[in-house]
């Protein structure tokens, strides 16, 4: 059974190439992507998660404000009651931040620049079964 | 942590909490013991929803006009579930489900619950779950379960058995009077939406299709589908198909026709079901070692295909084998 991943543009800022080209990729990997659209509040993002049963959900954000917004959402995350969700956070992230959005409870940091297939290698990993479902025609 | 039981879970969306219902919808999607589990729970308390079917070809407006819908309802204050059905890539078996960019308006509702499905491979406009999630929506206790297929072409026409009434959308300059006269998607329209009622051609399209109900003769039940035009990007018209709605409910309610049609639909699942589960005994039946020498027989043209079906029939039953002369066991 696919995992199921929502991708997610928390914030102001209107960019999602980056979002939409991670999203094709996971689907291309045998992910099921559910895809919000931009300028989502916290709260909204952790409601959508919720009623998707997400395994994992990813932050694009290029804003700068990745670590508030981060930690607004996993806050919202246990508001929603959805405590199971792997947050990871994609975007413009300077190294010296990736520890602190992983102390904040994300799970993986994937700064743009992260090759594809790292990105995929590492939600392999939180899925939980190291490969995505195989193709079936 | 031991996962929670079904009951719990569905105890907790009764309530009227997010994630449990987001997770018994996932447990149904999975199939297997715990999807079980959870029909079982789900079955007795289901039925008080109205269930509404949204079809069309990809890019009638079917997501746009879902979430009108989910707002004419609410005005009402009805609480409203919605399953929105997309594709999986035929290659990867991977999905992106973004029906739900289109109904963004009603994240925060309290009384509004979105869920996206991918087909998984299941042909018909529908997952072989989205039936059992519906159930599963309904026995949550929301007024309305809309549910928004992937975008169809003529004949995938699951929909149909899911769902009280279902809603065809077209467009404006989709198709001429033959288009209209082919039979499939438009036969099964208990209501008929002429969406981006703004563009060019929606009087030639609203005569084609009137005409189409003028000379249909397959439907023998006495309801003709109503033509209502929307603009679902303005919402203009989404109040005239909710009358439209409400006026194919009202028929069904007259004579009892609505409970028929559950009854007739649920017997037809368990039909499926029966099918599915007899095809998948016949298949191991075919690689058991048992009858290895029929399948020699048969390619040796000692044993035809009929009698060589008698045989694994027979075995199936646990009977003895019919008769060779009898061809229509």
Do not use: C
């Amino acid at each position: 059974m696919p995992a199921r991943i929502l991708v997610a543009k928390p914030g102001l800022d209107g960019h999602d190439r980056g979002a939409k080209l991670v999203a094709r990729a996971l689907r291309d990997a045998g992910y099921e992507v559910i895809y919000t659209g931009i300028r989502q509040r916290p709260d909204e993002v952790a409601r959508v998660a919720a009623q998707e049963d997400v395994q994992i959900l990813g932050l694009s954000i290029l804003s700068g404000s990745h670590l508030a917004l981060t930690r607004k959402t996993i806050a919202a995350l246990q508001d929603a009651g959805a405590t199971d969700v792997h947050v990871v956070v994609g975007g413009t992230i300077p190294t010296t931040d990736v520890p602190k959005l992983l102390e904040a409870g994300a799970s993986a940091v994937f700064p743009t620049g992260t090759p594809l297939d790292d990105l995929l290698a590492g939600i392999a990993r939180l899925t939980g079964d190291g490969e995505p479902e195989p193709a079936t025609p | 942590m031991t996962a929670p039981v079904p009951q719990d879970l569905l105890d907790a969306a009764r309530d009227g909490r997010t994630a449990p219902l987001g997770r018994l919808v996932s447990l149904v999607e999975r199939g297997g013991p715990a999807a079980r589990d959870v029909a079982r729970a789900a079955y007795p308390l289901s039925g008080a929803a109205y269930t509404v079917g949204i079809t069309g070809a990809p890019g009638a407006g079917k997501s746009t006009l879902t979430g009108r819908l989910v707002g004419a309802l609410r005005s009402r204050e009805d609480r409203v579930a919605v399953l929105a059905v997309d594709p999986s890539s035929p290659y990867s078996g991977g999905a992106i489900l973004g029906d739900r960019v289109r109904m963004h308006d009603h994240v925060l509702d309290d009384g509004v619950f979105i869920r996206s499905m991918a087909t998984r491979g299941h042909l018909g406009g529908l997952s072989l779950a989205a039936p059992e999630a519906v159930r599963v929506l309904d026995a949550a206790g929301y007024d309305w379960v809309l549910l928004e297929t992937v975008g169809v072409g003529q004949v995938e026409l699951d929909v149909t058995q899911t769902v009280d009434t279902t809603i065809v959308v077209v467009n404006p300059g989709w198709g001429d009077d033959v288009q209209a006269a082919k039979a499939g998607l438009l036969e099964i329209a208990d209501v008929l939406v002429v969406n981006k009622a703004d563009r060019p051609g929606l009087d030639e399209t609203r005569m084609d299709l009137e005409n189409m109900l003028d000379t249909s003769t397959t439907a023998g039940d006495g309801w003709r589908p109503p033509v209502v035009a929307t603009v679902a990007a303005d919402g203009g018209g989404v109040d005239d198909l909710l009358t439209a709605i409400e006026g194919h409910r009202a028929w069904l309610a007259g004579e009892d026709r609505l409970a028929a049609a559950r009854a007739a639909r649920l017997w037809d699942e368990v039909e499926s079901i029966l099918a599915a589960r007899l095809r998948r005994r016949a298949q191991r039946m075919l690689t058991d070692d048992g009858i290895a020498s029929v399948r020699s027989r048969v390619g040796a043209r000692d044993l035809d295909p009929w009698s060589a079906s008698d045989r694994i029939l027979a075995a199936l039953d646990g009977g003895a084998p019919p008769a060779p002369s009898d061809p229509g066991a």
